[in-house]
Structure formats: C-alpha cells, structure tokens
C-alpha cells in the first residue's frame, strides 16, 4: 500500500481553502487542515468526513505546526496574509512543495523570495472558484515535481488550467 502524502492547507475555512479540501478529501492525500477560526474548523471537519467517512482528517490551529507535520503546504489565505503566513512556515517549509493559490489579481509577488528552500508554486484564479462555470487557473513555479503535483490536486478537484513553467531568480544567485 502506498503512503499518503499529507496535504496542510492554511487558511482551510476560507472560501478557497474550503472548497480545496473537500475537493481533494477524496483523492489519495491525509488532510491537515489549519485555520485559527476553530468552530469553523469542526465545521469542516465535520461536513468533510460525512461526505467521505474514508478520508484521513486533522485540524490544527498553528501554522507551523501544519506546514512541520505536511508533505505538500497548500496557502489559501487573503493576500495581505500571505508574507506573514510564509514567515510562520519558512522554518519548516524546507524542502516541501508550498502552493499557493490567490486570485489573479491579488498574484502574490514572489514567495519564493519569502521560502527560499521550498518549491513554490503559484496559482492565480481568474473568476469565483465557487459560482463561475468559466475559471482558469494559471500555475506557474519553476520545479516540475511541484507544477505536476499541483495539476495533480487541480485534476481531482476537476477545474480547467494553464500551466507557465518559469525560472523564479534567487536573492542568492544576483550578483
């Protein structure tokens, strides 16, 4: 039998963070999901294992302590959060496939910067994930093991993409 990669996604009760969750609840993933809205939290743990009984389901407040227990970090939080969130995870985001999904206008900068030493995907959600039929979602990073394993979760979930392969430059490369 094969491992099942845990999934933490931050910022789990958000509208997107929601709607990732139970949308990858049924693929081969352990679910970690973090939020500090605790009532919320249950509540999504709750509707999550009614729909799927079978599926392997945490919460947890702390953002550290997600993104230390999680194989993939999946960011869903409002993009005024997401510099003090990778602050919060930069410590124990070494090495892990973060993905961080925002709406197109509101693409982040450059998280890369932020994690160094993590593979940072970017997915930037032109439409409402939750009532447009016509979304897109344009994932761009530059490590092809995290662009596959973020089209991965996007296929479960069945929402349309383009994918942008792009070189990120790092701080410790200018010369």
């Given at each position: 039998m094969a491992v099942k990669n845990t999934v933490a996604i931050i910022g789990a009760t958000t509208t997107t963070g929601a709607f990732i969750a139970k949308g990858i609840s049924n693929g081969p993933y352990r679910l970690l999901l973090m939020d500090c809205?605790?009532?919320?939290?249950?509540?999504?743990?709750?509707?999550?294992?009614?729909?799927?009984?079978?599926?392997?389901?945490?919460?947890v407040q702390c953002c550290k302590d997600a993104s230390w227990e999680a194989d993939i970090i999946v960011v869903a939080v409002a993009a005024d959060e997401l510099e003090d969130t990778a602050r919060k995870m930069q410590e124990v985001a070494t090495c892990k496939t973060v993905i961080s999904i925002t709406a197109a206008e509101n693409a982040p900068g450059n998280l890369q910067k932020l994690l160094p030493y993590s593979r940072v995907i970017n997915v930037a959600v032109?439409?409402?994930?939750?009532?447009?039929?016509?979304?897109?979602?344009?994932?761009?990073?530059?490590?092809?093991?995290?662009?596959?394993?973020?089209?991965?979760?996007?296929?479960?979930?069945?929402?349309?993409?383009?994918?942008?392969?792009?070189?990120?430059?790092?701080?410790?490369?200018?010369?």
């Amino acid at each position: 039998m094969a491992v099942k990669n845990t999934v933490a996604i931050i910022g789990a009760t958000t509208t997107t963070g929601a709607f990732i969750a139970k949308g990858i609840s049924n693929g081969p993933y352990r679910l970690l999901l973090m939020d500090c809205a605790i009532d919320a939290l249950d509540a999504l743990q709750s509707d999550i294992t009614s729909v799927n009984a079978d599926v392997e389901i945490d919460a947890v407040q702390c953002c550290k302590d997600a993104s230390w227990e999680a194989d993939i970090i999946v960011v869903a939080v409002a993009a005024d959060e997401l510099e003090d969130t990778a602050r919060k995870m930069q410590e124990v985001a070494t090495c892990k496939t973060v993905i961080s999904i925002t709406a197109a206008e509101n693409a982040p900068g450059n998280l890369q910067k932020l994690l160094p030493y993590s593979r940072v995907i970017n997915v930037a959600v032109a439409g409402n994930i939750l009532f447009d039929k016509d979304i897109s979602l344009f994932i761009e990073g530059n490590s092809e093991e995290a662009i596959n394993t973020a089209v991965e979760m996007i296929k479960i979930i069945d929402l349309p993409y383009n994918v942008n392969k792009k070189e990120h430059e790092h701080e410790n490369e200018k010369k």
